[in-house]
């Protein structure tokens, strides 16, 4: 035993006079960790590739930009071209390249050298990235607080709380690039220490430099979170000194501006297309508060895991004690209570989610800097907490147990993660009560609850009898044989055609088409054309008001398959129905593809011309006939009129259509008709209207003016098939829903039609 002692005493001093030591330990805590955490994704064959967002955008720009590098390296060192692509019809129906990637691969120094990698096991690159960035975020914490003079056997279980804090274990899968905040921003916060102590401007230049080439939507936040510590620690470092102040402010003006004018080549451009973006310009009003349920959850997800508005803490349960440990010293660490009060007012109120989200919808994706001061109070703290006296036992006793009974009196936090995370807490406090127990055993002590913290956190979120988060990824298998699809390989019989070929269809992949090469009606990128999403809006194609950046096809429409200039249509064999002029071509396992017999080319002529606002006073239905026959224009000068075919109003336009008469059925004891109103007086009362369609052509119900209270099921039939039902609300009731009631909604693919 004291042989183990000394042992463990000797490997202390060497922890803190040898970085090498140091870095050695986190390393293989690190890797423990990693182990512990993610051995559900191992264990089951599951790669760390979300079956949402993470197949759909992810991975596939992943594999977009490894080909893209490839063309651009053999381009140089084999066709001798200097050449950069910047557009690209296979994303959607045509996008930028930059601005439609930098959001995920272009510019983020972790993806880099995907190029090096087949698409085949791109899985691999992919994993092996989400990882070091977890890695690098807890080296880049520890060199923080190395510089600012901690020994490292404190900084050590700082630096495990913040790596694997559960933003990281959360988004980690999830969103692998949301891990670079956690990367950045403590290095701009050394960077504001060095311009502070040295005047030394370097480090906060490249960080920023390559914070906003990374990310544009991190890097907005980035910016908002460090001003705020730029002025708390200036207030407590400059005080009143108004030329300090000046000097400060200088400095890290220069030190920015100098840094986005390196990254301007990528940053400008795509700055550019997210100020004219349709989903950032959606309005999304939030109240002054919260729902109720938000403040009941906030103080259990403070050291458990849970997402809540994307308030994502998760903290080890050291850190609570920590923070109690520093609200209960007077006049000692006021800047960081200062700090964590901001940060705490910041998190209760929507507002700043809101900003902090650029005035979109309301998130906490900010929450990284809350990680950073919380494990950086438990590093301040451990001095205190290794050496704690019979008072503060005592005070932080009563403080756990008065935490544990109102969080277990409160139904979201009461659950079996909330329990396990106490018990290390109070196991904790009783080994750091214990006489004659050295320094050295009760860091380890503090180290070792942190881990175990971190290892509950990530085995409840990703275990099958937890939340089952290893579930929701796709498996290796389908990363290695389905990462092209079964739509590639239908599609690419006609890839070598010398004409221009756009497809559409029902049940596709969301952004398969930049993995075929080949144009398709299919997008879901978070900065997208507004205009593509006005058009849409406008012939009422259904689509997430909230998710105007993610559609696909045109609701089986062939006038409007037509103008898009899809040449190809392929209907899933799970379901879909056959537009009107397309004849069968070809089938796989998945598909049949269908030959477009009314196809139009990718650039057509017009002999007629109608105004734009009275187009848009049309029926949906009536404005893509209008389209058919004349093209929609706006205000124009003299020399464009003159160019333009004759203008003509839309009454002038002829069309080939039949109303049909229909019947209504409805019981009259349970719905009341008059002058056009339903009065519904029994729950679960139908209306079935009964018409004829075309045999020749398509069939359009439209209802005008529909407008109610409350929620009902509309239902659909073409036959004996039966369409999804259609959750459908007032505009003035939408309205009044909060977010992610709207959200619950959406997720249930129950889709909204605005009145």
Known sequence: M?????????????????????????????????????????????????????????????????????????????????????????????????????YYVIGDPFTFFCF???????????????????????????????????????????????????????????HPFFLNPLLYYPLLVLGVEKIIREKKMWLFTITV????????????????????????????????????????????????????CMAAIVFLPVLHVFLSDSRFNTPNKMGLVYPFSYYAKLPGLFIVEGDNFWTCMGFAVPVLLAVLLMFKSRRKYTMLKTYFIISAVMICIPFFGQAMNGFSYMCNRWIYSFALLCAYILVCMMPRLITLERKEIRFIGVALTIYFVVCMCVKYSRNGKLISAVAIGAILLIGLSIKNVNEYNRCMMVTVAVMLAALANGIWKNASFGENYAAQCISVKMAQEDVFGSEKELISKDAEDTDFIRYSGSGLSYNMNCITGISSSNLYWTLTNPYV??????????????????????????????????????????????????????????????????????????????????????????????????????????????????????????????IKDYTMDYDAKEVQCTDNTFAVTKAGATVTFKFTGSGAGETYFNINGLDYEGAAQFQLYFGKRKFDPLDLYSKADWKELSHNEKKKIFKNFIYWKQC
């Open 209 to 260: 430099a390559i914070a906003a080439m990374s990310n544009f939507y991190f890097f907005y936040m980035l910016v908002f979170t460090t001003i705020i510590y730029v002025i708390v620690r200036f207030i407590f470092c400059y005080g009143k000194n108004v030329k300090m102040w000046g000097k400060g402010i200088l400095r890290l003006a220069v030190s920015s501006v100098t840094g986005l």
């Open 533 to 658: 999403s006005k058009f849409r809006y406008d012939c009422a194609i259904r689509l997430d008001t909230l998710l105007p950046h993610k559609y696909t096809g045109y609701d089986d429409r062939s006038s409007l398959i037509a103008l898009s200039s899809a040449s190809k249509y392929l209907v899933s064999k799970t379901g879909g129905l056959v537009p009107y002029g397309f004849t069968y071509e070809s089938e796989n396992d998945d598909y049949v593809m269908y030959n477009n017999d009314n196809a139009l080319p990718l650039g057509f002529t017009y002999d007629k011309a109608v105004n734009k606002r009275e187009w848009e006073g049309l029926s949906a239905v009536d404005k893509q006939k209008a389209m058919l026959q004349a093209v929609v224009i706006g205000r124009s000068g003299k020399d464009t009129r003159e160019a333009l075919p004759d203008r003509v109003s839309v009454k002038d336009l002829s069309y080939d259509s039949q």
């Open 116 to 174: 090096l990698f087949p698409a085949k096991y791109m899985y691999i690159f992919y994993e092996a990235m989400i990882l070091l960035r977890i890695y690098l975020s807890g080296i880049a914490f520890s060199l923080l607080c190395f510089y600012i003079g901690h020994k490292k056997r404190y900084v050590l279980p700082g630096t495990v709380t913040y790596a694997f804090c559960y933003w990281a274990i959360y988004n980690a899968v999830r």
């Open 2 to 102: 004291a042989e183990m002692k000394s042992k463990l005493q000797d490997f202390y001093k060497r922890l803190d006079s040898r970085k090498s030591t140091y870095f050695l330990a986190y390393s293989v805590i690190f890797a423990i960790l990693a182990i512990g955490v993610f051995s559900f994704y191992f264990f089951t064959r599951k790669t760390f590739i979300w079956e949402v967002d993470g197949w759909e955008q992810h991975y596939k720009s992943l594999i977009y930009y490894s080909q893209y590098l490839r063309d651009f390296f053999k381009n140089i060192f084999i066709n001798h071209q200097f050449v950069i692509p910047q557009w690209d019809f296979a994303i959607g129906e045509g996008s930028d390249v930059i601005g439609t990637f930098h």
